[in-house]
C-alpha cells in the first residue's frame, strides 16, 4: 500500500465515521440533559434503523426514567407517526414543544404530521417557526420540500 493509498484509506474512513454522526443528529438536537440519559443513543439507534415497535417500549421507559425530555418525546413522537398513530403523536410532538418551543426536530416533523393529516396549513406554521429557529437549516430545507412535493399533488 502505498503512502498516498493509505491516507487516502484514513480520509474515506474519516468521512465515514462523521457521515454517521450526521445521520444519526437529524433525529434529535440531543440537549445536554439527554447526553445523561442512559441507553439514549442505542434506542435512537433502533429508530434511525427503523425499529418502532421495538423503539417505543425503550421510549416510554425512557421518557419514565427522565420526564419532560423533549428529545425523548420528539422520538416518541416521531416512531408513533412512523407506525401510523397519528393522534398520539400529535400529542407527544405537542409536549415537546410545550418544553422547547423552538425544537428542531420536533417542529420538522410536526410539519410532516400536518401534511400526513392533510393541513398544509399548519406544516407553513411550523415551517415559519423553523425559518425563525434555524434560518436554511436542514430541517427548514426537509419540511419546505415535502410542502413543495405536497402542493405539487
Known sequence: MTALTFRLAVLAAAFMVL????ALAVDTEET???????????????VDDKKFDDA???????????????????????????????????????????????HLGA???????????RQPDKAKERLAVLRQACG??????????QIDRYAAQ
Not at 34 to 45: G, L
Not at 136 to 145: G, M, N, R
Open 19 to 22: 457521515g454517521s454522526a450526521v
Open 32 to 46: 445536554p440533559a439527554t447526553t445523561a440519559v442512559t441507553n439514549f443513543d442505542a434506542v435512537r439507534a433502533l
Open 56 to 102: 417505543l417500549p425503550k421510549l416510554r421507559q425512557l421518557d419514565q426514567e427522565s420526564p419532560n425530555n423533549p428529545d425523548i418525546l420528539n422520538l416518541i413522537g416521531f416512531s408513533l407517526r412512523k407506525t401510523g398513530k397519528m393522534d398520539e403523536a400529535l400529542g407527544y410532538y405537542t409536549r415537546a414543544l410545550a418544553l422547547n418551543p423552538t
Open 107 to 117: 417542529n420538522e416533523y410536526l410539519g410532516e404530521l400536518y401534511l400526513q393529516t
Open 136 to 145: 436554511d437549516c436542514e430541517e427548514f430545507e426537509d419540511l419546505s420540500a
